[in-house]
């Protein structure tokens, strides 16, 4: 893994780029905002990936920590839906890594669940070839639909809020290169990238629970990928793994940057 700052910047300002684009699409009025030291791109929709706020100061010490985390979940609590905070540890200094969960906590935090920021100089990549599946984009509503309720299953939403954070969207139909892996017809995989600020971006990658761990989400990112390069010439990819995605995105030629950490606000 890189250690370098550099790498860490590059993560939470690609989210806050995309992020910016899929909030903003989903509710023109949305809350987005850059504050000092903080990054606001709330849709308050039922949808919570797409409720985020993340810190942006480089090399923040425990103090500024505090206080942004304290503004931070300030911003959460005057919200009607839930959501997340994302928290890019590379741009902490090392004091303040080492104390940041209890100044969650007492910021009235707690932790929800890892993943790590990665990237690569890695486009173009072949276009994949799995013997289980066909690929279809994105264009219809209702190619849109099951690509919401993938996400929902895989991630243990209610079907509702994905399709709340997806169906009607004009972006993820004409903008984004978003795929779908099926079997047999059946949707079962998908991923999409977008173009964000010269580098083309992951987002949503989702397996149906029951067909995990058959190389699906590899094969249909591989897809979106080639798709999205093909289209913008970009040679840089970045995306922010889940813990099960992890393990699986080096294999494509991305590297870990940063661990992120995801924080909800205590119940």
């Given at each position: 893994?890189?250690?370098?700052?550099?790498?860490?910047?590059?993560?939470?300002?690609?989210?806050?780029?995309?992020?910016?684009?899929?909030?903003?699409?989903?509710?023109?009025?949305?809350?987005?905002?850059?504050?000092?030291?903080?990054?606001?791109?709330?849709?308050?929709?039922?949808?919570a990936f797409w409720n985020c706020v993340t810190l942006t100061d480089v090399g923040a010490d425990p103090a500024l920590l505090a206080q942004r985390?304290?503004?931070?979940?300030?911003?959460?609590?005057?919200?009607?839906?839930?959501?997340?905070?994302?928290?890019?540890?590379?741009?902490?200094?090392?004091?303040?890594?080492?104390?940041?969960?209890?100044?969650?906590?007492?910021?009235?935090?707690?932790?929800?669940?890892?993943?790590t920021g990665m990237a690569g100089d890695l486009l173009p990549v072949p276009e994949p070839d799995h013997p289980d599946l066909t690929f279809a984009?994105?264009?219809?509503?209702?190619?849109?639909?099951?690509?919401?309720?993938?996400?929902?299953?895989?991630?243990?939403?209610?079907?509702?809020?994905?399709?709340?954070?997806?169906?009607?969207?004009?972006?993820?139909?004409?903008?984004?290169?978003?795929?779908?892996?099926?079997?047999?017809?059946?949707?079962?995989?998908?991923?999409?990238?977008?173009?964000?600020?010269?580098?083309?971006?992951?987002?949503?990658?989702?397996?149906?629970?029951?067909?995990?761990?058959?190389?699906?989400?590899?094969?249909?990112?591989?897809?979106?990928?080639?798709?999205?390069?093909?289209?913008?010439?970009?040679?840089?990819?970045?995306?922010?793994?889940?813990?099960?995605?992890?393990?699986?995105?080096?294999?494509?030629?991305?590297?870990?940057?940063?661990?992120?950490?995801?924080?909800?606000?205590?119940?």
């Amino acid at each position: 893994m890189t250690d370098g700052r550099t790498e860490s910047i590059e993560s939470m300002e690609q989210l806050a780029v995309v992020w910016r684009g899929m909030v903003l699409d989903r509710d023109p009025g949305a809350d987005v905002r850059d504050l000092p030291g903080i990054a606001v791109r709330w849709a308050d929709c039922r949808f919570a990936f797409w409720n985020c706020v993340t810190l942006t100061d480089v090399g923040a010490d425990p103090a500024l920590l505090a206080q942004r985390l304290g503004k931070a979940a300030g911003i959460m609590r005057s919200k009607k839906r839930p959501g997340f905070l994302w928290l890019f540890e590379g741009l902490l200094d090392d004091e303040a890594r080492a104390e940041v969960r209890t100044a969650a906590e007492r910021a009235g935090l707690e932790y929800a669940f890892p993943g790590t920021g990665m990237a690569g100089d890695l486009l173009p990549v072949p276009e994949p070839d799995h013997p289980d599946l066909t690929f279809a984009r994105v264009t219809t509503d209702e190619q849109l639909r099951a690509y919401a309720d993938l996400n929902s299953r895989a991630y243990g939403f209610p079907l509702e809020d994905g399709r709340d954070g997806l169906l009607g969207s004009e972006l993820w139909k004409h903008r984004v290169h978003a795929y779908l892996g099926l079997r047999d017809g059946v949707p079962v995989t998908c991923a999409a990238t977008v173009e964000a600020d010269g580098r083309l971006f992951v987002v949503l990658v989702a397996t149906a629970p029951e067909w995990q761990r058959r190389g699906y989400g590899e094969a249909v990112t591989r897809k979106a990928l080639h798709e999205g390069a093909r289209a913008t010439g970009l040679t840089r990819a970045t995306l922010h793994a889940t813990a099960a995605g992890a393990p699986v995105y080096p294999r494509i030629g991305f590297e870990p940057s940063t661990p992120v950490h995801f924080y909800g606000l205590k119940v």
